[in-house]
């Protein structure tokens, strides 16, 4: 019986403990990055600094063609994320501003602080999920399914978004399609719009061919 307890309480603390062996990675930026992030950081050399990140303080540059600005806390930006599995994003949007169809490689969480946003996501049986958002609202966003959100108040609006990942990826829709080298007559094929449409969208987005 004692035997049999033992061996419980073995496993459990083999279980709480497993995979443990330090207790942070700081990112060294001075290598690249693996499959599994950015190699550690001498601990000798770990200070406080690399464990604070001030870089959300400032509103991104929403002086762009979809008036969407965003300053991320990502791994390279914030190397003390390295291995923890969690990133934010402060994400602004001016008048009439969106953040176009995009996906990462893991969810996302938002939680708006100003303005009213109307955000979504469209599943693989191409079901849309769409809700219109004010302050203090919190959305979920699967990972890998193309989202949005779009300002449609009269004000700036702010939210701040949340990842599993230190590094969670970022691919947009339209700079994915019009920002690339692809030949324009092979993207005539795929999206079905005209030639001229495709060419006028790759001078925009800054896509040759």
Partial sequence: MIFRILSILSLLISLSSANIVFDYCVGDLSLPPGPTGYSCKD?????????????????????????????????PQFPGLNGM??????????VGGVVP??????????????GTLIAGFVDTNNTAYYKTLTKGDMMIFPPTLFHFQANIGSTPALAYVS??????GNQIFTTGLFRNTLPSELIEKVTLLDLAQVQKLKKIFGGSN
């Fill in 43 to 75: 601990p000798t050399t770990v200070t406080v600094d690399d464990f604070v990140y001030s870089g959300l303080r400032d509103a991104g540059n929403t002086a762009n063609i979809f008036k969407f600005g965003a300053n991320t806390a990502y791994a």
């Fill in 85 to 94: 599995g969690i990133s934010m994003v402060r994400a602004d949007l001016g």
């Fill in 101 to 114: 169809l995009h996906s990462h490689r893991v969810a996302e969480l938002a939680i708006l602080i100003e």
């Fill in 163 to 168: 990842f599993a990942s230190e590094n969670p």
